[in-house]
């Protein structure tokens, strides 16, 4: 019994961070849906998106809630797709994992912040085919004056030299691309990431990301592209998101 109370208080503090996880998921969630179409993440209401009926606080607990209802709106019975808990899950698991690399500091905001960021540019690009300004531009801005404030490796100077190199190199693609037929997918929102994502990891990391996501994205269209299933395809903002997110925490 001892041991059990010991066991439950050591790990409590991951159970309120996995808590906030999992609300913050909830908000991922509103802004993943909302940002792209141009709609407030404050007003209106959370309401079903067919029947327009507001969802009660009771019905918007994370998990919890898509369980209780089995997966469908209380009112019109439409069905509630697997992406809000898929969204809410990942989310928790980012802020465990960013409490695990920055402990009981400021740090854990940082990488709790920034993999936010990029999950959400991860679903955004692959439902809405979007990558907003508001948090390419902004994450970019964020990440480059939290590190002058705490000074967080990389230096700034790293930082400004990974963001303007990814920034021409994927311009660069993309001149090609327009005069060369062949990559799917890509987009001027592509080249506002790779510029977060370098000023995020600095020289030379942020190449070690865009090599990463590389290799993905051509792991999964090879065999799309035998099978000529172009439904499947993913852009490649959500390819370099993911992979951000992964070296982020396991570099």
Known sequence: MVFLFMLSYYYM??????????????FANVCIWRIPQGISIIHPRSHCPKCKAHIPFY???????????????????????????????LTAL?????YIKGGSSLLTIYYFSLSFLFL???FMDLKFRILPDSITLGGAFFSFFYSLLFKIYPSSIERLAGGAAGSFLFLFILIIYFF??????????DVKLISFI???????????????ASILAILFYFPVSILKKKKWIIPFGTFLSFFSIFYFFFK
């Open 13 to 26: 503090d991951y159970a309120i961070v996995l808590i906030l996880g999992l609300i913050w998921g909830s």
């Open 59 to 89: 019905d918007n607990i994370p998990i919890l809630s898509f369980i209780l209802l089995k997966g469908k709106c209380r009112n019109c019975y439409e069905k509630i797709s697997f992406l809000y808990p898929i969204v809410e899950i």
């Open 94 to 98: 980012l802020a465990i994992l960013s």
């Open 120 to 122: 959400l540019l991860l």
């Open 180 to 189: 060369i037929k062949g990559i799917y997918g890509l987009g001027y929102g």
């Open 198 to 212: 370098g000023i995020v990891f600095g020289v030379p990391d942020f190449l070690y990301v865009i090599i990463g």
